[in-house]
């Protein structure tokens, strides 16, 4: 049977709602900056090429979320309110901003996305916990695969895409412009496993393909995987913002985890 991969990619078109969504992650993420002012820290001497860092008072962990838009959307304003829930256990959290497509291809995204732990990493000396949304949780396992495990010791990748030749035919690829050798070079499911910790989070309502590689990608690297019933690609995230929710806690305990084994 043939897959539909525009019906199964296109995430906007899946959910009719995403616009008030998104809305509500801009209005809440600025309503968490007011409150909690971030230190702003370069990676890079481009516009975008900046991260905001919300340290707590004292630092159990760190860790580091990009935010999704299919590389070719949205900046890290979109996701501060996903530290809110770590945060408060007493995890430093990284929001990096990235150029995006077709600005500059995807792999010098990647480039950017590395050179931005390696200046977390340098400013608070500590092993990450790198995660992300969609497009960023395809980030989060690249880093995990190709930095070395003192600076990014686990992965918690949120909807991720770990294989990018099904996004060829599909409109997503007009600001990508991927080939199938870039796709595959570019394809975190290609790799070895690191032989890290890794959990892959997807929502339990997001399509088929999404599913797959999720599960698919957290047994190929030897992590465990799981589906948040009800949730779509957007309201995924929706836990992050609460200390208590038991996905926050999971994050939290291995941020925790891999800064204990300093």
């Given at each position: 049977?043939?897959?539909?991969?525009e019906?199964?990619?296109?995430?906007?078109?899946?959910?009719?709602?995403?616009?008030a969504?998104?809305?509500?992650w801009?209005?809440?993420?600025a309503?968490?900056?007011?409150a909690?002012?971030?230190?702003?820290?370069?990676?890079?001497p481009g516009?975008?090429?900046?991260?905001?860092?919300?340290?707590?008072?004292?630092?159990r962990?760190?860790?580091?979320?990009?935010?999704?838009?299919?590389?070719?959307?949205?900046?890290?304003?979109?996701?501060?309110?996903?530290?809110?829930?770590?945060?408060?256990?007493?995890?430093?959290?990284?929001?990096?901003?990235?150029?995006?497509?077709?600005?500059?291809?995807?792999a010098?995204?990647?480039?950017?996305?590395?050179?931005?732990?390696?200046?977390?990493h340098?400013?608070?000396g500590r092993?990450?916990?790198v995660?992300?949304h969609s497009?960023g949780?395809h980030?989060?396992?690249?880093?995990l695969a190709?930095?070395?495990?003192?600076?990014?010791?686990?992965?918690?990748?949120?909807?991720?895409?770990?294989?990018l030749?099904?996004?060829?035919?599909?409109?997503?690829?007009?600001?990508?412009?991927?080939d199938?050798?870039?796709?595959?070079a570019?394809?975190?499911?290609?790799?070895?496993?690191?032989?890290r910790?890794?959990?892959?989070?997807v929502?339990?309502?997001?399509s088929?393909?999404?599913?797959?590689?999720?599960?698919?990608?957290?047994?190929?690297?030897?992590?465990?995987?799981?589906?948040?019933?009800?949730l779509?690609h957007?309201?995924?995230?929706?836990?992050?913002?609460?200390?208590?929710?038991p996905?926050?806690?999971?994050?939290?305990?291995?941020?925790?985890?891999?800064?204990?084994?300093?």
């Amino acid at each position: 049977m043939s897959v539909d991969y525009e019906a199964e990619y296109n995430n906007r078109a899946r959910v009719p709602g995403h616009p008030a969504i998104i809305a509500g992650w801009m209005r809440d993420s600025a309503g968490f900056r007011q409150a909690h002012p971030p230190e702003t820290l370069a990676y890079g001497p481009g516009a975008r090429e900046v991260m905001d860092l919300f340290i707590p008072p004292e630092i159990r962990g760190v860790a580091m979320f990009f935010h999704g838009g299919y590389w070719q959307a949205m900046d890290r304003s979109a996701v501060s309110h996903c530290a809110a829930g770590l945060l408060a256990q007493g995890v430093a959290v990284a929001c990096p901003s990235y150029d995006l497509c077709p600005t500059v291809p995807l792999a010098r995204i990647l480039e950017q996305a590395q050179a931005a732990a390696r200046a977390l990493h340098a400013r608070l000396g500590r092993p990450i916990l790198v995660s992300g949304h969609s497009a960023g949780g395809h980030l989060a396992a690249l880093l995990l695969a190709r930095l070395p495990a003192h600076m990014v010791a686990a992965a918690m990748p949120i909807s991720g895409l770990f294989w990018l030749e099904p996004l060829i035919p599909t409109s997503i690829n007009q600001a990508l412009g991927l080939d199938a050798p870039m796709a595959r070079a570019l394809s975190p499911g290609l790799l070895p496993s690191p032989g890290r910790p890794l959990h892959a989070v997807v929502g339990g309502a997001e399509s088929g393909e999404f599913l797959r590689q999720s599960a698919d990608f957290a047994e190929l690297w030897g992590g465990t995987d799981e589906a948040l019933p009800g949730l779509d690609h957007f309201t995924v995230l929706s836990p992050l913002p609460r200390a208590d929710h038991p996905l926050t806690m999971r994050m939290a305990r291995l941020a925790w985890q891999v800064c204990d084994n300093l």
